[in-house]
């Protein structure tokens, strides 16, 4: 499995042909639910199946694995590194999950095959029917990368502005128990100096989030992955726009007191400098025609913005 995982698919020597590929994929995929079906039946109730059919059966499985394993080869690198991992992703699920069920129907007395064999198969059919879900394309594949790296930039951003709306205390629903003593204790809140520095900070992880939307809506209208050079610019767009997220996450946690602003002025830029890299990718990528470029330089000064007032506050922790 790691050899499979770690390798790297081979330009075919024959033109890659999209649809082709598709189908294989669908077709090799179903096989292998179909062959989960059959090894799980085999071994559902007694008797055992002679040690002919168990040959059987297994050189299936091997078979129906390696002709998953064979069709993701043939997916070549210039097809785009996004949408490649997807489909590794989704194959190694497949793998995984086969080898979770024998391991089940191995380690488990016959008599006694029941909920977990059960839940092993769901599972191999579940990751069996992703094939019909996969992007299929570059373009698809970032659009499906961004609007996840959005969705944990939202909840990162709620969770600080519920934190910051539960007032001067942003422990008081896991602390209300006066006898336990934290009450007064001053690191659980926030000092006016923490006060004013949170200002900036949430106008930067607003700025991402807005970033990652307006980001998300140029790949969706202008985005194309007809020609290498469109697939690379997608592919540098989604490496760069994954690294928002952790900084944000890096940045809300040091924001908690008792907060060190010098972390905070840190782990700041870092989200600064990420975001400026996202802005200045897409400026010169094909999914920004000149009618997109004005956002761009809005979202570059709000990120210069935030940042110079958080290094004004910061001035004395240098």
Not at 93 to 119: A, F, H, K, R
Not at 191 to 205: F, I, N, T, V
Request: charge should be negative; proline fraction near 5%; include cysteine.
């Amino acid at each position: 499995l790691s050899a499979f995982t770690e390798g790297e698919p081979g330009e075919g020597r024959e033109p890659f042909e999209p649809p082709r590929f598709w189908d294989a994929l669908g077709q090799t995929f179903k096989a292998t639910s179909q062959e989960a079906t059959k090894l799980s039946l085999a071994f559902l109730r007694p008797p055992l199946p002679s040690a002919e059919d168990c040959q059987k059966l297994s050189e299936d499985v091997q078979n129906a694995i390696l002709a998953v394993a064979t069709v993701y080869y043939s997916l070549p690198k210039g097809q785009g590194t996004t949408l490649r991992k997807m489909v590794r992703d989704a194959t190694t699920e497949v793998v995984e999950g086969m080898i979770q069920l024998t391991e089940t129907i191995l380690n488990t007395p016959l008599e006694s095959l029941s909920q977990e064999q059960l839940i092993s198969t769901g599972s191999v059919w579940e990751a069996c029917e992703q094939a019909s879900n996969l992007p299929r394309d570059n373009q698809a594949a970032v659009v499906s990368a961004l609007a996840a790296c959005l969705g944990v930039v939202k909840d990162a951003l709620e969770e600080m502005e519920h934190a910051l709306v539960e007032g001067q205390d942003p422990y008081s629903d896991i602390m209300e128990d006066e006898e336990l003593g934290f009450r007064g204790n001053r690191d659980t809140y926030w000092s006016e100096a923490d006060r004013k520095l949170l200002g900036p900070c949430m106008g930067l992880m607003k700025a991402s989030k807005a970033c990652l939307k307006k980001v998300l809506g140029v790949v969706k209208a202008h985005g194309k992955a007809d020609s290498s050079e469109q697939i690379a610019q997608l592919d540098d767009l989604a490496d760069i726009a994954n690294e928002i997220s952790p900084s944000v996450d890096e940045l809300a946690l040091s924001m908690y007191p008792p907060m060190n602003q010098l972390a905070v002025r840190l782990n700041a830029a870092k989200l600064s400098s990420v975001l400026k890299k996202v802005l200045e990718i897409t400026k010169t990528s094909h999914v920004c025609p000149p009618s997109e470029e004005g956002w761009v330089q809005f979202l570059t000064g709000a990120v210069d913005h935030n940042m110079d007032k958080i290094k004004n506050f910061t001035q004395g922790e240098l």
